[in-house]
């Protein structure tokens, strides 16, 4: 029988009653998450067609085991721990929520994360040319990016002088985008209105004091935490006529209007590379960070028609993405 933690059953994930151990171990490579498993799907299959593109088949060549702490971050240690314990060839850490305890739990098993940020600083890596650790993936977080998201506020909302931020500062993503998105607010001379969710259950109240403090446009920070709430966000904003801007296209699928940023769907499916190079012996240490270099412009329709909202042709016409 093989060995995992829970699998894949048509569109859900689901745990089995007990784990199984093969007699002779196959190759395991085991997923810590820290939203949702919901979220979590499209981007397992992206790694799942990312390895398969590299001749390696789940349940043929390795198995997989997965560990997600649903959105409550608090849990993330203790499944670190626990996947440790399990002794997989590679983890792959979700995101940087995750890379960070997984590296506390272990100096010695690779870890590939397909969205770092500040990793540096993080003490995750010693450079992104040279990690030197047992830290390596994808830094999805481009300079610059938070600011292009600001420059769009103008063009969804011309007149827009008071925008509320969203954000999620306790995920170590976070903290940088509201720095540079502040510091462009200044040079654009607008006013920022902050509202800051670490729980699932604080979202409402959140949305609530960005709508009472009359902001214009709300721009959504890239966190774990908040992707995983993306359908709630996308409702929420829809019904106190709040205008929003993402970084990751998944917020404007699940009913979001307007996102600018990297493909995180690319980023999962890239992540293959680095595991693949390290199941061939080469070192985490050795394999330098990468940089997604395209950027993707997505918009959705229905909810420009909820929220009264013109957009311009030639905007549509710059789109990679719309949805009607």
């Given at each position: ?12 994930l689901?745990w089995p ?21 919901q ?38 240690p203790?499944?670190?721990e ?16 995750s890379a ?5 739990a ?30 390596t993936?994808i ?36 903290p940088?985008?509201?720095?540079e998105?502040?510091?462009?607010a200044?040079v654009?001379e607008?006013t ?8 699932s ?17 709300v ?25 929003t ?6 917020h ?11 493909d995180?769907?690319?980023?999962y ?19 330098p960070v ?6 993707l412009?997505?918009?959705n ?5 909820a929220?009264?909202?013109k957009i ?13």
């Amino acid at each position: 029988m093989r060995r995992r933690d829970f699998i894949l059953l048509g569109s859900a994930l689901v745990w089995p009653l007990a784990a199984q151990a093969s007699p002779e171990r196959p190759t395991l490579v085991a997923w810590l998450s820290g939203g949702t498993t919901q979220i979590a799907q499209p981007f397992v299959a992206s790694f799942l067609d990312g390895m398969r593109e590299f001749g390696y088949v789940e349940g043929r060549d390795f198995d997989m085991a997965y560990r997600s702490a649903e959105g409550v971050l608090d849990r993330l240690p203790a499944l670190a721990e626990e996947i440790v314990r399990l002794k997989p060839d590679v983890i792959l850490a979700a995101a940087v929520s995750s890379a960070v305890p997984a590296r506390k739990a272990t100096s010695a098993i690779p870890i590939v994360c397909p969205a770092l940020a500040d990793a540096v600083h993080l003490g995750l890596v010693a450079s992104e040319a040279r990690p030197g650790g047992n830290v390596t993936g994808i830094e999805p977080y481009v300079a610059g990016l938070p600011a292009k998201q600001m420059e769009l506020v103008r063009e969804v909302a011309p007149g827009a002088q008071r925008v509320g931020l969203l954000t999620n500062l306790r995920d170590p993503k976070a903290p940088p985008q509201a720095q540079e998105l502040e510091a462009t607010a200044k040079v654009l001379e607008m006013t920022i209105a902050t509202a800051d969710v670490n729980r699932s259950e604080e979202i409402d109240g959140a949305m609530q004091a960005l709508a009472s403090q009359y902001v214009d446009v709300v721009i959504v920070l890239q966190t774990t935490l908040l992707l995983s709430l993306s359908r709630r966000i996308a409702e929420l904003a829809v019904a106190k006529r709040l205008p929003t801007i993402y970084g990751y296209r998944e917020h404007v699928a699940a009913g979001g209007l307007i996102s600018y940023g990297v493909d995180l769907r690319w980023c999962y499916r890239r992540s293959a590379y680095f595991v693949v190079k390290i199941l061939h012996g080469t070192p985490p240490g050795d394999l330098p960070v990468e940089f997604p270099s395209k950027m993707l412009l997505s918009v959705n329709l229905k909810t420009a028609k909820a929220l009264a909202v013109k957009i311009p042709e030639v905007f549509l016409l710059r789109a990679d993405e719309v949805i009607e």
